[in-house]
Nanobody, 122 residues
Framework: QVQLMESGGGSVQSGGSLRLSCAVS????????LAWFRQAVGKGREGVAH???????VYAGSVKGRFIISRDNARNTLSLQMNTLKPEDTAMYYC????????????????WGQGTRVTVSS
């Protein structure tokens, strides 16, 4: 059974930092495309960052230069370092796994975590 478990969310003030982790069990992440999505209250889910099997990252414009996505295949984990956080970053953050490089096509990701909440106060 494949499971994804996010951690690291919390409440911070604007300008602060958080590091999210996604521990994956049941599969090796090595051949998989990985991503972080987020969903704010009352809004649809949006892509934050994704990373391919070679470790190449792509970021949404709203987080580029502030967030860093990384993967550790040996530890089977995905991470998201979030710096210079803004109130508009407040959301539930989800990690996702896909066999294909589906980028922002959230409907094509096979596995999802339950989410970790991030709250940024001004």
């Amino acid at each position: 059974q494949v499971q994804l478990m996010e951690s690291g969310g919390g409440s911070v003030q604007s300008g602060g930092s958080l590091r999210l982790s996604c521990a994956v069990s049941g599969i090796s992440i090595r051949p998989y495309f990985l991503a972080w999505f987020r969903q704010a209250v009352g809004k649809g889910r949006e892509g934050v960052a994704h990373i391919d099997i070679n470790g190449r990252p792509v970021y949404a414009g709203s987080v580029k230069g502030r967030f860093i996505i990384s993967r550790d295949n040996a530890r089977n984990t995905l991470s998201l370092q979030m710096n210079t956080l803004k109130p508009e970053d407040t959301a539930m953050y989800y990690c996702a796994v896909s066999q294909a490089p589906v980028e922002w096509r959230e409907d094509l990701y096979e596995y999802w975590g339950q989410g970790t909440r991030v709250t940024v106060s001004s």
